[in-house]
């Protein structure tokens, strides 16, 4: 019988066709060779030399100034509150929301310099583009640690006193928030039915969110909840401590990241470098009080104590005991901190599935080898690695429950969040394929003729697109507990996966993926095409809205390269005047 093209190396690779070379009773299938091939162990360099370190100062001056800009054009393009908005009445701070156009003009070139200055930064992270990242080698130095600490607190103190920038989401937080202080439930009441139509929070919700519940977990309403307590009814004072919230997620980021870089081979500055000083941190964690930043940080730190206790020497229970040793006690902490981060949003959760498998492997298991095996062979293989499989599954599911049910009845919240999870499904996003599909079919059907089709459409490929991204998950799984890919690697795979089939994809759950896959993944097209990935969304993303004209958009878009063209031309190319400076403060 013919085959189709193209189907029999479909079934190869996911290991479902019969072998055509000769059987191999060992053999497990190919699961993730071909992606274990993105990580490469990096050997740590010497610090900066004098000049590199100037060079560094400059590069690091130049992305405080951006985010200088991006705080004052912000002060027009930001997302104010409806009624409070702190700079009314100002003389001075209030010009820039007279002015949009040239508001507008001052974010893009902002945002423009901060990408530039973190695309040069790379030089001293994981050296130059077209040598080292192309040839796959270390370059000869790179910045400390605390040099990168040092730029990510630089660029992002100007933002701390900035509106909120290219969403609105922390108002939809606030509101959520003080229905709950009301003693409501968030999860059942929308803003609008909560607080009412004309009440100051309600009004700045975004129009999609102001009649629908809570998407987000227990745990971060909580959060929020206390905050409302603190500030009452000052909108101002509440998105600062929203701010602060997000900061501290991103301070876990920070500290989480070059441990897990270390603990897989790479280098602790690139990992940061990619992960931490990325300007959709900046732009969206820290600028946009994205309660993602929360839920990024707390899993990490998770995944480290996990690890720590899973990969260390100790036993995990004491000698003649079932009780927990210290390091046992540390791989409980670690999964308590794994599932409370789903307690503020659930794609954490994906983190104890690869914890779960590292703890398997410590107990012995590995990927049975079954394809060829006779089947009389099976249970025997299988016995050892299901059992560990079992344990660990047992271990990490008791403690997500048990975190669950504290934090769910501890706050008062109870599990109304799990009804709601799929509020966000209203968003139309082009960054989720099977968004993107349907939105593209439909408007074809409309060409055609055969009506408005996209939402029956929808309703088709999102349930399609999360099977598919359940099928690939399920393999990343495998790869890891054949030893081909670590536990994180395998995690950032996972959530890359997880993004892109996604019902809605928001231009900061690239970060889900990104983060993780920073302390691990090295590969030259990694890295490229997360620089180039994270500088065009950064860019496009702007601060306007649907009522803003496209000539206004382009005008400010243009304007705005031109500012940071013109920027960089200043800072970094010794032109006369700059030659003439240095030589009359020559000494």
């Not at 009773?25 to 000049?51: C, F, K, Q, W």
């Not at 730029?151 to 920038?165: I, N, Q, S, Y």
């Not at 990969?311 to 046992?328: E, V």
Request: aromatic content about 8%; some cysteine.
């Amino acid at each position: 019988m013919r085959q189709v093209p193209g189907v029999r190396p479909a079934l190869d690779y996911l290991g479902l066709s019969r072998p055509v070379r000769p059987r191999d009773s060992e053999d497990t299938g190919d699961y993730g060779i071909t992606v274990a091939r993105m990580h490469d162990d990096e050997r740590e360099v010497g610090p900066l030399n004098a000049l590199e370190t100037r060079r560094l100062r400059r590069i690091r001056l130049f992305g405080t100034t951006a985010s200088v800009l991006i705080l004052l054009g912000s002060l027009g393009t930001g997302m104010m509150p409806v009624l409070q908005n702190p700079i009314v009445g100002m003389r001075v701070l209030s010009l820039p929301s007279r002015m949009f156009n040239t508001a507008l003009t001052i974010s893009i070139g902002g945002t423009a310099m901060l990408v530039i200055a973190w695309v040069m930064l790379g030089r001293f992270a994981v050296g130059r583009f077209g040598v080292e990242v192309a040839e796959g080698t270390s370059p000869p130095r790179r910045m400390t640690s605390g040099q990168a600490y040092r730029t990510l607190l630089m660029w992002c103190t100007p933002l701390l006193v900035a509106p909120p920038l290219l969403s609105k989401d922390v108002y939809s937080y606030l509101a959520q928030s003080a229905i709950a202080y009301r003693g409501q439930d968030p999860y059942t009441y929308s803003p609008m039915r909560g607080l009412g139509v004309d009440h100051p929070l309600t009004l700045s919700v975004p129009n999609l969110w102001k009649d629908t519940p809570a998407p987000y977990g227990p745990l971060f309403l909580w959060f929020g909840e206390q905050i409302t307590r603190v500030t009452g009814e000052s909108i101002t004072a509440a998105v600062f401590l929203h701010r602060l919230l997000a900061l501290l997620g991103v301070a876990l980021i920070v500290w989480a990241l070059p441990k897990l870089a270390r603990r897989c081979g790479v280098s602790a500055v690139a990992a940061l470098w990619l992960g931490a000083l990325n300007p959709l941190v900046i732009l969206h964690l820290v600028g946009g009080i994205h309660n993602e930043a929360l839920m990024i940080g707390m899993m990490l730190v998770g995944v480290e104590l996990s690890f720590r206790a899973i990969y260390g020497s100790a036993s995990l229970h004491r000698p003649g005991s079932i009780l927990p040793s210290r390091a046992g006690w540390l791989l409980l902490a670690g999964s308590a901190v794994i599932a409370a981060s789903a307690m503020i949003k659930i794609a954490s959760l994906l983190a104890l599935g690869f914890v779960g498998v590292a703890l398997a492997r410590r107990w012995g298991a590995t990927l049975p080898a079954l394809r060829h095996a006779p089947i009389r062979q099976w249970w025997p293989r299988l016995r050892r690695p299901l059992g560990a499989l079992l344990g660990a599954a047992g271990i990490t599911g008791a403690v997500t429950v048990l975190v669950t049910a504290v934090i769910c009845l501890g706050t008062g919240l109870g599990f109304g969040w799990t009804s709601t999870l799929s509020t966000g499904g209203i968003v139309r996003s082009w960054m989720s394929m099977p968004t993107l599909v349907s939105v593209v079919a439909g408007r074809i059907g409309l060409w055609l003729g055969l009506g408005e089709q996209t939402q029956a459409i929808l309703d088709v490929t999102r349930p399609i697109g999360q099977l598919i991204a359940a099928i690939f998950v399920i393999r990343w799984l495998l790869a890891t507990l054949a030893g081909r890919i670590h536990p994180l690697g395998g995690l950032g795979i996972a959530m890359a996966t997880f993004v892109i089939f996604f019902p809605f994809v928001q231009a900061w759950y690239l970060l889900w993926a990104i983060i993780p896959l920073a302390a691990w993944a090295t590969t030259r097209w990694f890295r490229v095409g997360t620089v180039v990935i994270s500088a065009i969304i950064a860019v496009v993303v702007m601060p306007t809205s649907a009522d803003t004209s496209p000539m206004v958009v382009a005008i400010g878009l243009l304007t705005g390269l031109l500012t940071a063209a013109v920027a960089s031309i200043f800072f970094f190319i010794d032109h006369p005047v700059r030659l003439w400076l240095s030589r009359r403060t020559a000494p």
